[in-house]
Structure formats: C-alpha cells, structure tokens
C-alpha cells in the first residue's frame, strides 16, 4: 500500500516562496511517475508538474518558470518548489503517484494520492 503525505503549504503573500514537500512510503518514488496537481473551490482538479523515472519533467504553462518539481529518491520525496506565488495560485496541492514509469498529465492517470496541503497567496 502507497501512502503519500504532503506538507509544506501555507499563506504567503503574492511574490513569496513556498516549498511543497510529499513523503511516500509504501512504494519508493524512484520507480515510478509523480505529479503534483491543485484544486481550486469551484475548480476542477488540474495537473501542475510531474516527472518520471529519469527525470524528465512537465510543468503546466501559467507555473513554467516560477515551479521546480524535483525528487530525493534516498528520502523518498517529491517536491514541488514555487516561486514568485500569484493569488491565483491558491488551491489545495495534491502529491500523486502513477503505476507506471512514463509522464501522466491527467489526474486519472494517478492511482494514490496524498490528502491535500492548502496554499493560499494574498495579494
């Protein structure tokens, strides 16, 4: 059984930092697809970066250039670095895990995910 635990989230004003770090246990993150993804009230839940086995990652456009995904396979830890926050960045940030090595860019190509960290950027 995969457990993810997120944490990391936060209030911070619009141009802060924030970093999202997501604990697996169960599983190692090395081996597989990792995505982080947000949900916004009234929003549907969308993806906004993940990465593979080798590293290879996808941003959404609107975070390209201010997220970093990245991964520390000896902690068994995926995190998701932002900076430059913008209010419209205010959502509950989601850790996810696929079953498979390759990129999954919807959030029905996940199968465990972590319970939520809440960001919220003022303006």
């Known amino acids: 059984q995969v457990q993810l635990v997120e944490s990391g989230g936060g209030l911070v004003q619009a141009g802060g930092s924030l970093r999202l770090s997501c604990a697996a246990s169960?599983?190692?993150?090395?081996?597989?697809?990792m995505g982080w993804f947000r949900q916004a009230p009234g929003k549907e839940r969308e993806i906004v970066a993940a990465i593979n086995w080798e590293d290879t990652t996808y941003y959404a456009d609107s975070v390209k250039g201010r997220f970093t995904i990245s991964r520390d396979n000896a902690k068994n830890t995926v995190y998701l670095q932002m900076i430059g926050l913008k209010p419209e960045d205010t959502a509950v940030y989601y850790c996810?895990?696929?079953?498979?090595?390759?990129?999954?860019?919807?959030?029905?190509?996940?199968?465990?995910w972590g319970q939520g960290t809440q960001v919220t950027v003022s303006s």
């Open positions: 169960g599983r190692t993150v090395s081996s597989s697809a």
């Open positions: 996810a895990r696929r079953s498979a090595y390759a990129l999954g860019l919807r959030a029905d190509n996940y199968d465990y």
